[in-house]
Protein backbone atom coordinates (compact mmCIF):
# COMPACT_ATOMS: atom_id res chain seq x y z
CA UNK A 1 0.00 0.00 0.00
CA UNK A 2 1.36 2.95 -1.26
CA UNK A 3 2.48 5.59 1.70
CA UNK A 4 -0.39 8.05 2.12
CA UNK A 5 -0.85 11.30 1.71
CA UNK A 6 -2.31 12.76 4.54
CA UNK A 7 -5.13 15.81 4.29
CA UNK A 8 -6.49 17.88 6.67
CA UNK A 9 -10.06 19.82 5.98
CA UNK A 10 -10.33 23.35 6.89
CA UNK A 11 -11.22 24.34 10.47
CA UNK A 12 -14.62 25.94 10.49
CA UNK A 13 -16.16 28.29 12.96
CA UNK A 14 -19.59 29.98 13.25
CA UNK A 15 -22.04 31.57 15.25
CA UNK A 16 -25.57 30.70 16.06
CA UNK A 17 -28.21 32.85 14.59
CA UNK A 18 -29.31 33.53 18.31
CA UNK A 19 -28.68 36.71 20.52
CA UNK A 20 -25.35 36.92 22.20
CA UNK A 21 -25.88 35.07 25.70
CA UNK A 22 -24.38 36.61 28.68
CA UNK A 23 -22.08 33.58 29.26
CA UNK A 24 -20.39 31.97 26.43
CA UNK A 25 -18.56 28.90 26.16
CA UNK A 26 -17.46 28.47 22.77
CA UNK A 27 -15.60 25.29 21.22
CA UNK A 28 -13.73 26.12 18.50
CA UNK A 29 -11.67 23.33 16.58
CA UNK A 30 -9.83 22.22 13.61
CA UNK A 31 -10.42 18.95 11.72
CA UNK A 32 -7.72 16.78 10.31
CA UNK A 33 -8.08 14.04 7.52
CA UNK A 34 -6.00 11.66 5.72
CA UNK A 35 -6.76 9.23 3.10
CA UNK A 36 -5.42 6.86 0.06
CA UNK A 37 -5.74 8.56 -3.45
CA UNK A 38 -3.22 7.09 -5.12
CA UNK A 39 -0.28 9.19 -6.31
CA UNK A 40 -2.99 12.53 -6.49
CA UNK A 41 -3.66 14.44 -3.99
CA UNK A 42 -6.65 16.07 -3.25
CA UNK A 43 -6.24 19.49 -2.29
CA UNK A 44 -10.30 20.29 -2.01
CA UNK A 45 -11.42 18.16 1.27
CA UNK A 46 -14.60 18.06 1.64
CA UNK A 47 -15.23 20.00 4.57
CA UNK A 48 -16.86 19.27 7.75
CA UNK A 49 -18.73 21.06 9.59
CA UNK A 50 -17.16 21.40 13.33
CA UNK A 51 -17.90 24.22 14.47
CA UNK A 52 -20.24 23.81 18.03
CA UNK A 53 -21.63 26.78 19.56
CA UNK A 54 -21.68 26.20 23.29
CA UNK A 55 -23.26 28.26 25.78
CA UNK A 56 -24.20 28.80 28.96
CA UNK A 57 -27.13 29.82 29.86
CA UNK A 58 -27.82 32.41 32.56
CA UNK A 59 -27.98 32.10 36.08
CA UNK A 60 -24.49 30.54 36.63
CA UNK A 61 -21.67 33.39 37.49
CA UNK A 62 -21.76 36.68 37.40
CA UNK A 63 -19.57 38.23 34.38
CA UNK A 64 -18.14 41.67 34.75
CA UNK A 65 -15.74 41.32 32.04
CA UNK A 66 -16.07 44.85 29.55
CA UNK A 67 -17.46 44.25 26.50
CA UNK A 68 -15.49 43.90 23.34
CA UNK A 69 -15.46 42.13 20.46
CA UNK A 70 -17.57 39.94 17.77
CA UNK A 71 -18.84 36.46 18.27
CA UNK A 72 -16.74 34.06 15.92
CA UNK A 73 -17.38 32.42 12.76
CA UNK A 74 -19.55 32.40 9.91
CA UNK A 75 -23.31 32.15 9.56
CA UNK A 76 -23.40 28.69 8.56
CA UNK A 77 -22.76 26.82 11.43
CA UNK A 78 -25.31 24.46 12.91
CA UNK A 79 -27.39 26.32 15.91
CA UNK A 80 -26.12 25.89 19.06
CA UNK A 81 -25.64 23.11 21.48
CA UNK A 82 -27.00 24.02 24.86
CA UNK A 83 -24.78 22.59 27.68
CA UNK A 84 -24.62 22.15 31.34
CA UNK A 85 -24.74 25.98 33.09
CA UNK A 86 -22.38 25.05 36.19
CA UNK A 87 -19.12 26.27 36.00
CA UNK A 88 -16.54 25.77 38.88
CA UNK A 89 -14.73 28.58 41.31
CA UNK A 90 -13.10 30.93 39.64
CA UNK A 91 -8.90 30.77 39.78
CA UNK A 92 -8.72 27.50 40.80
CA UNK A 93 -4.95 26.72 40.85
CA UNK A 94 -4.43 29.98 38.84
CA UNK A 95 -0.72 31.79 40.10
CA UNK A 96 -0.07 35.18 39.91
CA UNK A 97 2.30 34.68 37.50
CA UNK A 98 2.70 32.58 34.32
CA UNK A 99 3.90 28.72 34.92
CA UNK A 100 6.54 28.92 32.53
CA UNK A 101 9.01 30.97 30.85
CA UNK A 102 9.29 29.62 27.12
CA UNK A 103 12.26 30.32 25.15
CA UNK A 104 11.71 32.52 22.06
CA UNK A 105 11.71 31.02 18.80
CA UNK A 106 15.07 30.68 17.57
CA UNK A 107 13.91 32.02 13.97
CA UNK A 108 11.21 34.26 13.37
CA UNK A 109 8.22 33.69 11.46
CA UNK A 110 4.89 34.95 10.17
CA UNK A 111 3.38 31.89 8.67
CA UNK A 112 1.00 31.44 11.39
CA UNK A 113 -3.00 32.10 12.12
CA UNK A 114 -4.76 32.10 15.09
CA UNK A 115 -8.47 29.84 15.36
CA UNK A 116 -9.86 33.05 17.83
CA UNK A 117 -8.93 36.27 18.45
CA UNK A 118 -10.16 38.80 20.88
CA UNK A 119 -11.87 42.32 19.81
CA UNK A 120 -8.13 43.89 20.46
CA UNK A 121 -6.40 41.48 18.04
CA UNK A 122 -5.12 39.23 20.83
CA UNK A 123 -4.92 35.44 19.85
CA UNK A 124 -7.15 33.49 22.33
CA UNK A 125 -5.75 30.43 24.52
CA UNK A 126 -5.06 29.19 27.86
CA UNK A 127 -4.07 31.16 30.76
CA UNK A 128 -0.31 30.61 31.21
CA UNK A 129 -0.72 31.31 35.08
CA UNK A 130 -2.55 27.48 36.03
CA UNK A 131 -1.54 24.26 34.59
CA UNK A 132 -4.10 22.48 31.74
CA UNK A 133 -4.90 19.13 33.15
CA UNK A 134 -5.32 16.20 30.25
CA UNK A 135 -6.16 12.90 30.77
CA UNK A 136 -6.02 10.27 27.84
CA UNK A 137 -8.98 7.27 26.47
CA UNK A 138 -6.06 4.65 26.29
CA UNK A 139 -9.06 2.31 25.45
CA UNK A 140 -7.55 1.29 21.64
CA UNK A 141 -4.89 3.31 22.08
CA UNK A 142 -2.33 1.46 19.13
CA UNK A 143 0.55 -0.79 20.13
CA UNK A 144 3.40 1.35 20.52
CA UNK A 145 2.00 4.71 20.87
CA UNK A 146 1.99 5.02 24.39
CA UNK A 147 4.49 7.45 24.35
CA UNK A 148 3.47 9.35 21.26
CA UNK A 149 0.85 11.84 22.84
CA UNK A 150 3.67 12.45 26.06
CA UNK A 151 6.44 13.38 23.63
CA UNK A 152 3.96 15.76 21.64
CA UNK A 153 2.48 17.33 25.27
CA UNK A 154 6.48 17.83 25.96
CA UNK A 155 6.88 19.85 22.61
CA UNK A 156 3.92 21.72 22.84
CA UNK A 157 4.57 22.70 26.52
CA UNK A 158 7.82 24.04 25.69
CA UNK A 159 6.74 26.20 22.76
CA UNK A 160 3.60 27.33 24.42
CA UNK A 161 4.84 27.50 28.23
CA UNK A 162 1.51 25.57 29.37
CA UNK A 163 2.40 23.56 32.32
CA UNK A 164 0.79 20.34 31.45
CA UNK A 165 -0.19 17.97 34.10
CA UNK A 166 -1.36 13.96 33.20
CA UNK A 167 -4.23 13.19 35.51
CA UNK A 168 -4.13 9.13 34.35
CA UNK A 169 -6.82 7.36 32.29
CA UNK A 170 -9.87 8.33 31.80
CA UNK A 171 -13.34 6.26 30.19
CA UNK A 172 -14.65 9.24 29.26
CA UNK A 173 -15.69 9.24 25.95
CA UNK A 174 -15.49 12.03 23.59
CA UNK A 175 -19.27 14.28 22.89
CA UNK A 176 -19.70 17.25 20.95
CA UNK A 177 -22.07 18.14 24.22
CA UNK A 178 -18.89 17.98 25.99
CA UNK A 179 -19.41 19.77 30.40
CA UNK A 180 -16.68 21.75 30.35
CA UNK A 181 -17.70 21.37 34.09
CA UNK A 182 -17.78 17.88 35.75
CA UNK A 183 -17.42 18.02 39.55
CA UNK A 184 -19.02 14.45 39.29
CA UNK A 185 -15.71 13.36 37.70
CA UNK A 186 -12.79 15.76 38.07
CA UNK A 187 -13.83 17.71 40.78
CA UNK A 188 -13.99 21.54 41.86
CA UNK A 189 -11.97 23.18 38.53
CA UNK A 190 -12.60 22.80 34.55
CA UNK A 191 -12.77 19.57 33.15
CA UNK A 192 -9.45 18.12 31.80
CA UNK A 193 -8.30 18.36 27.75
CA UNK A 194 -9.35 15.28 27.24
CA UNK A 195 -7.35 13.09 24.89
CA UNK A 196 -9.66 10.24 23.19
CA UNK A 197 -7.94 7.34 21.21
CA UNK A 198 -10.96 6.62 19.72
CA UNK A 199 -13.14 5.34 16.63
CA UNK A 200 -15.42 6.89 13.85
CA UNK A 201 -18.40 5.06 15.62
CA UNK A 202 -17.85 6.96 19.23
CA UNK A 203 -16.56 10.51 17.66
CA UNK A 204 -18.65 11.03 14.32
CA UNK A 205 -16.53 13.95 13.17
CA UNK A 206 -14.14 10.93 12.42
CA UNK A 207 -15.93 9.63 9.77
CA UNK A 208 -14.53 9.41 6.18
CA UNK A 209 -11.30 10.44 5.83
CA UNK A 210 -11.06 12.51 9.18
CA UNK A 211 -8.16 11.21 11.25
CA UNK A 212 -8.39 13.40 14.24
CA UNK A 213 -10.09 16.66 15.74
CA UNK A 214 -8.44 18.93 17.95
CA UNK A 215 -10.02 22.12 19.77
CA UNK A 216 -10.80 24.01 22.70
CA UNK A 217 -13.88 25.79 24.61
CA UNK A 218 -13.46 29.57 25.41
CA UNK A 219 -15.10 31.10 27.97
CA UNK A 220 -15.85 34.91 28.14
CA UNK A 221 -18.12 37.37 30.55
CA UNK A 222 -20.79 39.14 28.81
CA UNK A 223 -18.49 39.33 25.34
CA UNK A 224 -15.71 40.11 27.28
CA UNK A 225 -11.93 38.76 26.38
CA UNK A 226 -12.15 35.00 26.04
CA UNK A 227 -9.82 32.41 27.50
CA UNK A 228 -9.69 28.82 26.60
CA UNK A 229 -10.84 26.51 29.79
CA UNK A 230 -10.77 22.85 28.38
CA UNK A 231 -10.67 21.03 25.45
CA UNK A 232 -10.18 18.07 23.16
CA UNK A 233 -8.40 15.94 21.06
CA UNK A 234 -10.05 12.97 19.37
CA UNK A 235 -7.63 10.58 17.39
CA UNK A 236 -8.65 8.18 14.79
CA UNK A 237 -6.92 4.80 16.58
CA UNK A 238 -8.13 2.33 13.78
CA UNK A 239 -6.25 4.53 11.19
CA UNK A 240 -3.36 5.60 13.49
CA UNK A 241 -2.93 2.08 14.26
CA UNK A 242 -2.06 1.59 10.18
CA UNK A 243 -0.15 4.74 9.56
CA UNK A 244 2.48 3.04 12.32
CA UNK A 245 3.22 -0.18 10.69
CA UNK A 246 4.79 2.40 7.92
CA UNK A 247 8.54 2.52 8.78
CA UNK A 248 8.08 6.31 9.58
CA UNK A 249 4.50 5.85 11.05
CA UNK A 250 5.48 7.23 14.59
CA UNK A 251 6.72 10.22 12.93
CA UNK A 252 3.78 10.41 10.64
CA UNK A 253 1.25 9.55 13.97
CA UNK A 254 3.72 12.19 16.15
CA UNK A 255 2.80 15.02 13.30
CA UNK A 256 -0.97 13.90 13.49
CA UNK A 257 -0.81 14.76 17.49
CA UNK A 258 1.11 17.47 17.69
CA UNK A 259 -1.12 19.32 14.76
CA UNK A 260 -4.31 18.56 16.99
CA UNK A 261 -2.77 20.23 20.05
CA UNK A 262 -1.79 22.89 17.66
CA UNK A 263 -5.55 23.49 17.37
CA UNK A 264 -6.70 22.57 20.55
CA UNK A 265 -3.75 25.75 21.83
CA UNK A 266 -5.62 27.82 19.35
CA UNK A 267 -3.87 27.84 16.11
CA UNK A 268 -5.85 27.65 12.56
CA UNK A 269 -4.47 26.18 9.44
CA UNK A 270 -1.72 28.06 6.87
CA UNK A 271 -1.20 28.12 3.45
CA UNK A 272 2.64 27.60 4.05
CA UNK A 273 3.15 23.93 3.12
CA UNK A 274 7.20 23.79 5.29
CA UNK A 275 4.43 24.41 8.62
CA UNK A 276 3.09 21.57 10.59
CA UNK A 277 -0.44 23.89 10.32
CA UNK A 278 -0.28 23.11 6.88
CA UNK A 279 -3.28 20.97 6.22
CA UNK A 280 -1.35 18.59 4.50
CA UNK A 281 1.24 17.08 6.36
CA UNK A 282 3.45 15.76 3.44
CA UNK A 283 6.98 15.22 5.20
CA UNK A 284 6.15 15.04 9.12
CA UNK A 285 9.08 17.29 10.58
CA UNK A 286 7.28 18.57 14.05
CA UNK A 287 6.65 22.48 14.61
CA UNK A 288 8.55 24.72 11.89
CA UNK A 289 9.41 28.11 12.82
CA UNK A 290 5.90 29.64 12.31
CA UNK A 291 4.22 27.16 13.88
CA UNK A 292 6.73 27.63 17.22
CA UNK A 293 5.91 31.95 16.53
CA UNK A 294 2.41 31.44 16.92
CA UNK A 295 2.28 29.17 20.15
CA UNK A 296 4.78 31.28 21.22
CA UNK A 297 2.46 34.18 20.42
CA UNK A 298 -0.54 32.13 22.45
CA UNK A 299 1.89 32.51 25.34
CA UNK A 300 1.30 35.54 26.18
CA UNK A 301 -2.85 35.01 26.72
CA UNK A 302 -3.73 36.54 29.79
CA UNK A 303 -3.58 35.12 33.58
CA UNK A 304 -7.50 34.66 34.33
CA UNK A 305 -7.87 34.76 38.21
CA UNK A 306 -12.07 35.51 37.40
CA UNK A 307 -12.18 32.14 35.45
ZN1 LIG B 1 -5.89 20.69 11.09
Same mark, same amino acid.
Not at 49 to 56: A, E, G, N, S
Given at each position: ???????H??P????S????????????A????A??????V??????????????????????????????????E?????????????? /?????????????????????Y??????G?G????Y #??????H???????????AA??????????? $??T?? #???Y???????? #????????? !?????R??????????????P????????? /? /?S???S?D???????????????????D?????????? $?????????G???????? !????????P????????S????????????????? !??
Amino acid at each position: MQRRPPRHAEPTSGRSGTPRPRYRLVLVAGLCVAGVFGAAVVLDDPRVKQFLDLRIGPGTRQGAGPGEGAVPGDAEAPPAAEVSTAAPPA /GVEEAAEPLLTPAPPAVGSDAYHFLLVNGDGTPVGY #SPCRPLHYVVNTDLEPDGAAELVPRAIETIS $AATGI #SFVYDGTTDEQP #SAQRPPFQP !DGYGARWAPLLIAWTTPEVAPQLKGPVIGT /G /GSTHFSFDGGPKTFVTGGLDLDAPQIADELLNPDGDKY $ATAVILHELGHVMGLDHV !DDPAQLMYPEIGTPEGLSDGDRNGLYELSKAACRK !DL
